[in-house]
């Protein structure tokens, strides 16, 4: 169930950075980048945790820790080319 929530949840954020996608500059696409860094940041360390110190098997955790810090950095480097408003 809670799988099932955090999915939809998912969902939700994407469809939310779909429709926002061009707004170049906006206070929206820059909370929705900032709300991505977070996720991404938060999966990648859960997921090197579970592989590091859980008893997982497989190569599937490290995957996505790779496939989370690329887009962690990603949104990282979009937020610094966005000019702030104001400016």
Known sequence: ???RIGGAGLLAIGVACWLA???S???AQHGLLCGMLIYNVG???VLAYA???LP???VA???GVALHAVLATWCAGNLRA???IGD
Request: with cysteine.
């Open 43 to 45: 999966a990648c360390a």
């Open 25 to 27: 500059g906006s206070v």
């Open 51 to 53: 592989g590091s110190t």
């Open 1 to 3: 169930m809670v799988g």
């Open 82 to 84: 966005i000019p702030r």
């Open 61 to 63: 955790p490290w995957a």
């Open 21 to 23: 996608r061009e707004d």
């Open 56 to 58: 997982m098997a497989g």
